[in-house]
């Protein structure tokens, strides 16, 4: 599944959708009606001098009204599916079975929220939705003009069923970080993901490959082995390029830094986007390893025209020997995956110094969802309960054993029977992090461009990562000429 515009999200124009979005698509969804309107009563908790039959038809613990609701759903079918979906729906029908859900489950998502949001109608818009958009930035742009609804009072909700457990002590401070926006929580993300180079165990088993390169020079040699067999060493999808530099590449800048000492200073030069940026020395070195890379052939020839699917399934083919992309894979592949593959996990150590700190790409998931915010206040509270239990451990147990999901509860792993359910692919980044020095960390910036010198650098450096992984053309004016189009951007932005 594509998540390449989630890895950097603030980074790149921000597109004015009713402008740019109204043609995408005309199709009307024809299978989503009104949602009923609430009554007063059915918007307040029971009133103390409530009669005994108005008590009866309030839940006592959230005080909402047990009246039938629907709420219209919008779902980014992507490499996570939809049972998890449903599974958690079922679950929460159980305790609440007045409330409906009519889901419109689409891995085009972005097209249908397009045509949604140009029609400019409220009332056949979504409750609650995957906040998948066709343009960079469009996420930012209608958080800031106040569509949809704030959900930083979740934080401090207690999860149902569990007193004295609010979901803010339940999830990692990089977690609550990473779901911010301009100081508010329009998503409430229910977990997370890692990212970096998987690979068939059992085919470097039978190579003698190192599964397990500590440095630099060891992982060099490494590639230099895989490619003396006429195997592909690492292949991509040329058609997200952005797997190769947001999940892998991208991380050996943080490494160096750390290497030097300078860390703390090059992340928050990082976060806060400071110049320089693209022609800073680390990033410099990156992006010039990677060239070199694609010179001595360690990526495939016509990897511009491979998908995410087509480059994932190299490796379960034995064509290529490693892949960029993230701990959904196993899940996304598992129609295509062998009966005997095993999932293994490295990352690129970017110096010779074994003890360094090896930094992996982590995010929180595309599972969660945003609410719109002109919806009657019945569906809105609704809605926030549904995401409530969304943190229960059941549902986070099906997320992590049938989707792959790497659990957003710190206290996950305190049953052992739960860890035990993961998948393979998340596992297997788990035990790399036990044999070596590993530091999770996401791309997040914390600032966000509308300028059009934003879009035109953000598409000169994504147009040029596979002329530079095939190793004809030389990284370092594109960096330059990102640099200049940032910087202008950022002079843009003060006006």
């Not at 993230?326 to 293994?344: C, L, R």
């Not at 996990?345 to 930094?359: L, S, V």
């Given at each position: 599944?594509?998540?390449?515009?989630?890895?950097?999200?603030?980074?790149?124009?921000?597109?004015?959708?009713?402008?740019?979005?109204?043609?995408?698509?005309?199709?009307?969804?024809?299978?989503?009606?009104?949602?009923?309107?609430?009554?007063?009563?059915?918007?307040?908790?029971?009133?103390?001098?409530?009669?005994?039959?108005?008590?009866?038809?309030?839940?006592?613990?959230?005080?909402?009204?047990?009246?039938?609701?629907?709420?219209?759903?919008?779902?980014?079918?992507?490499?996570?599916?939809?049972?998890?979906?449903?599974?958690?729906?079922?679950?929460?029908?159980?305790?609440?079975?007045?409330?409906?859900?009519?889901?419109?489950?689409?891995?085009?998502?972005?097209?249908?929220?397009?045509?949604?949001?140009?029609?400019?109608?409220?009332?056949?818009?979504?409750?609650?939705?995957?906040?998948?958009?066709?343009?960079?930035?469009?996420?930012?742009?209608?958080?800031?003009?106040?569509?949809?609804?704030?959900?930083?009072?979740?934080?401090?909700?207690?999860?149902?069923?569990?007193?004295?457990?609010?979901?803010?002590?339940?999830?990692?401070?990089?977690?609550?970080?990473?779901?911010?926006?301009?100081?508010?929580?329009?998503?409430?993300?229910?977990?997370?993901?890692?990212?970096?180079?998987?690979?068939?165990?059992?085919?470097?088993?039978?190579?003698?490959?190192?599964?397990?390169?500590?440095?630099?020079?060891?992982?060099?040699?490494?590639?230099?082995?895989?490619?003396?067999?006429?195997?592909?060493?690492?292949?991509?999808?040329?058609?997200?390029?952005?797997?190769?530099?947001?999940?892998?590449?991208?991380?050996?800048?943080?490494?160096?830094?750390?290497?030097?000492?300078?860390?703390?200073?090059?992340?928050?030069?990082?976060?806060?986007?400071?110049?320089?940026?693209?022609?800073?020395?680390?990033?410099?070195?990156?992006?010039?390893?990677?060239?070199?890379?694609?010179?001595?052939?360690?990526?495939?020839?016509?990897?511009?025209?491979?998908?995410?699917?087509?480059?994932?399934?190299q490796v379960l083919q034995g064509k290529a020997a490693?892949?960029?992309?993230?701990?959904?894979?196993?899940?996304?592949?598992?129609?295509?995956?062998?009966?005997?593959?095993?999932?293994?996990?490295?990352?690129?150590?970017?110096?010779?110094?074994?003890?360094?700190?090896?930094?992996?790409?982590?995010?929180?998931?595309?599972?969660g969802y945003v609410i719109w915010k002109n919806k009657?206040?019945?569906?809105?509270?609704?809605?926030?309960?549904?995401?409530?239990?969304?943190?229960?451990?059941?549902?986070?147990?099906?997320?992590?054993?049938?989707?792959?999901?790497?659990?957003?509860?710190?206290?996950?792993?305190?049953?052992?029977?739960?860890?035990?359910?993961?998948?393979?692919?998340?596992?297997?980044?788990?035990?790399?992090?036990?044999?070596?020095?590993?530091?999770?960390?996401?791309?997040?910036?914390?600032?966000?461009?509308?300028?059009?010198?934003?879009?035109?650098?953000?598409?000169?450096?994504?147009?040029?990562?596979?002329?530079?992984?095939?190793?004809?053309?030389?990284?370092?004016?594109?960096?330059?000429?990102?640099?200049?189009?940032?910087?202008?951007?950022?002079?843009?932005?003060?006006?």
């Open positions: 599944m594509s998540k390449g515009s989630k890895t950097v999200p603030a980074v790149g124009a921000m597109i004015l959708l009713a402008a740019s979005l109204a043609g995408c698509s005309s199709e009307k969804q024809t299978n989503s009606s009104p949602s009923p309107k609430p009554s007063e009563s059915a918007n307040a908790s029971a009133a103390p001098s409530a009669s005994p039959s108005a008590q009866a038809n309030i839940y006592p613990e959230n005080g909402l009204s047990k009246d039938s609701i629907t709420l219209k759903v919008g779902h980014w079918e992507n490499g996570y599916g939809r049972e998890w979906l449903d599974f958690a729906i079922k679950k929460f029908n159980a305790k609440y079975p007045n409330v409906k859900f009519e889901v419109t489950s689409s891995p085009k998502l972005d097209t249908v929220l397009s045509t949604k949001i140009a029609a400019n109608d409220d009332n056949d818009m979504f409750d609650f939705f995957f906040p998948r958009f066709s343009g960079v930035g469009d996420t930012e742009r209608l958080a800031e003009a106040g569509k949809f609804e704030d959900l930083s009072d979740l934080w401090k909700k207690e999860l149902p069923g569990e007193k004295g457990k609010t979901v803010r002590s339940v999830v990692s401070d990089d977690f609550y970080d990473a779901a911010m926006l301009g100081g508010k929580t329009y998503r409430l993300p229910v977990g997370g993901y890692t990212a970096g180079l998987f690979f068939n165990e059992n085919l470097f088993d039978k190579n003698g490959w190192n599964k397990d390169p500590k440095t630099w020079d060891e992982f060099v040699q490494l590639m230099e082995t895989i490619k003396a067999k006429d195997v592909i060493p690492i292949t991509f999808p040329g058609v997200y390029a952005g797997y190769l530099t947001d999940y892998t590449f991208n991380f050996l800048p943080f490494m160096l830094a750390d290497a030097s000492g300078s860390f703390d200073a090059y992340l928050k030069n990082f976060r806060s986007f400071k110049m320089p940026q693209f022609t800073a020395p680390e990033v410099k070195e990156a992006w010039k390893r990677m060239y070199e890379f694609g010179q001595k052939g360690y990526f495939p020839n016509g990897v511009a025209a491979l998908n995410h699917t087509q480059s994932q399934m490693l892949v960029s992309t993230g701990d959904w894979v196993g899940n996304e592949m598992k129609d295509s995956t062998p009966q005997d593959f095993k999932w293994g996990f490295m990352a690129i150590p970017a110096t010779n110094d074994p003890n360094n700190t090896i930094y992996v790409h982590t995010g929180v998931t595309d599972v009657p206040d019945l569906n809105k509270k609704w809605a926030k309960e549904f995401m409530l239990s969304l943190y229960d451990f059941e549902v986070q147990q099906f997320l992590a054993e049938k989707t792959g999901v790497f659990p957003g509860r710190l206290d996950y792993g305190a049953d052992p029977a739960r860890l035990e359910k993961m998948q393979a692919a998340p596992k297997a980044v788990m035990a790399y992090a036990q044999r070596h020095k590993v530091k999770y960390l996401s791309l997040r910036r914390d600032v966000s461009f509308t300028s059009p010198s934003a879009a035109q650098a953000s598409k000169t450096l994504s147009e040029a990562i596979t002329g530079i992984a095939s190793g004809k053309k030389d990284p370092q004016p594109v960096l330059e000429e990102v640099e200049k189009l940032y910087t202008k951007a950022l002079e843009e932005e003060k006006k």
